[in-house]
């Protein structure tokens, strides 16, 4: 059998339906469609949307569209970034967005999860950090306090102590990568380090906090002492042990109270959202007051079961308690501030896509 001719077909293939012949009975259709270059068929229209014209910008203009839109403000924001920095995709959790309610289970998992997953900074680092505390300070306080003057043993401690304050800067600052990232490393302590106002406002905390503790320390407890006279008595000392404890029990309900509303300023200072000292502890006092009863419990239980730790294990758990809370703490600091925190099915609906990371 051959082929019916087909004086409009010079490509040696054989028409179709519609494109000048009938291949029932060979006769000619009494209209021409346009006949593609090189005599090949063209195929029919389909539902499918690919075949639609303009279906690839389309679909461009779809995905640009479906991408996570940032929000401005709020607490379903992120933050711009002041340097620039973003996390590699690769090296970051999916993350999501908080309503400034903190999770205290949720903080705590993350905290210790993190530091044995990380263990060669977090645990490691704080072995070092603390021999070098050790070494510098016993060192120094030794070596002056052999001159027996008792004013270069205060500038010592002083210089001791914003030495620490200094150093827990960049610990502080490299443990807020630790949010955005599956594992920090010792280069993300100077990274995007805001410094001088965390720094400050690392000062300003230690004077409160001193401040309270002379308060009653040398104006309360002062008073009892001078009453007892240069050669008190033991029955003298029994009556006052109950007034000095109700001194120390004060002093520590008072810092207690005010515990929440200056714990997250140096957080908000060292990562840059707060733009001044003043702001830093605004939005700290904003998000003390917003998780008051959560701060102050988690302080007392914490507190109570970290001393508990540790004096059973002979301060060996000191290496794994210290920065276990001190990353807790940045946790909630994040999920105070709005997030943005790592994806936990456990608590979050599907993670922001296209996040790149607050610096």
């Known amino acids: 059998m051959t082929t019916p001719p087909n004086d409009n077909n010079n490509s040696g293939y054989p028409n179709f339906p519609g494109e000048g012949s009938?291949?029932?009975?060979?006769?000619?259709?009494?209209?021409?469609?346009?006949?593609?270059?090189?005599?090949?068929?063209?195929?029919?229209?389909?539902?499918?949307?690919?075949?639609?014209?303009?279906?690839?910008?389309?679909?461009?203009?779809?995905?640009q569209y479906q991408q996570y839109q940032q929000p401005t403000s709020g607490y379903g924001a992120y933050p711009d970034s002041p340097s620039g920095y973003a996390v590699q995709a690769e090296s970051q959790p999916p993350m999501v967005n908080t309503d400034g309610r903190i999770h205290v289970m949720r903080a705590l998992k993350w905290g210790f999860s993190v530091t044995f997953s990380n263990?060669?900074?977090?645990?490691?680092?704080?072995?070092?950090?603390?021999?070098?505390?050790?070494?510098?300070?016993?060192?120094?306080?030794?070596?002056?306090?052999?001159t027996g003057s008792m004013f270069a043993t205060a500038v010592w401690d002083i210089i001791v102590s914003l030495a620490t304050s200094a150093l827990m800067v960049f610990v502080l600052r490299g443990m807020?990568?630790?949010?955005?990232?599956?594992?920090?490393?010792?280069?993300?302590?100077?990274?995007?380090?805001?410094?001088?106002?965390?720094?400050?406002?690392?000062?300003?905390?230690?004077?409160?906090?001193?401040?309270?503790?002379?308060?009653?320390?040398?104006?309360?407890?002062?008073?009892?002492?001078?009453?007892?006279?240069?050669?008190?008595?033991?029955?003298?000392?029994?009556?006052?042990?109950?007034?000095?404890?109700?001194?120390?029990?004060?002093?520590?309900?008072?810092?207690?109270?005010?515990?929440p509303f200056i714990m997250f300023p140096i957080h908000f200072a060292v990562e840059g959202r707060a733009k001044g000292i003043g702001q830093a502890f605004a939005m700290a006092f904003d998000a003390g007051k917003r998780n008051y009863g959560k701060l102050i419990l988690y302080s007392v239980v914490v507190a109570l079961a970290a001393t508990l730790v540790i004096v059973l294990t002979l301060g060996l758990a000191t290496v794994i308690i210290a920065p276990a809370m001190m990353l807790t703490t940045v946790h909630m600091y994040r999920q105070a501030a709005g997030g943005p925190i790592p994806q936990n099915p456990q608590y979050d609906a599907p993670a922001n896509p296209g996040y790149q990371g607050f610096a």
């Open 119 to 146: 263990a060669f900074v977090w645990i490691l680092g704080a072995i070092a950090s603390g021999i070098v505390i050790m070494v510098v300070a016993g060192g120094g306080g030794m070596l002056f306090g052999a």
């Open 176 to 259: 807020i990568w630790q949010v955005d990232k599956h594992k920090a490393s010792y280069s993300d302590l100077t990274k995007d380090v805001h410094f001088v106002p965390a720094f400050i406002v690392s000062i300003i905390i230690t004077a409160i906090s001193s401040g309270v503790g002379y308060a009653f320390g040398w104006g309360m407890g002062g008073s009892l002492m001078n009453d007892l006279g240069t050669e008190p008595t033991p029955e003298q000392l029994t009556s006052a042990m109950g007034p000095m404890i109700g001194v120390v029990a004060l002093a520590g309900i008072v810092s207690l109270l005010i515990g």
């Open 22 to 63: 009938n291949p029932f009975d060979g006769s000619q259709s009494p209209q021409q469609p346009h006949q593609p270059a090189g005599g090949f068929p063209e195929y029919p229209a389909t539902p499918h949307p690919e075949d639609t014209q303009g279906f690839g910008q389309q679909n461009q203009q779809n995905q």
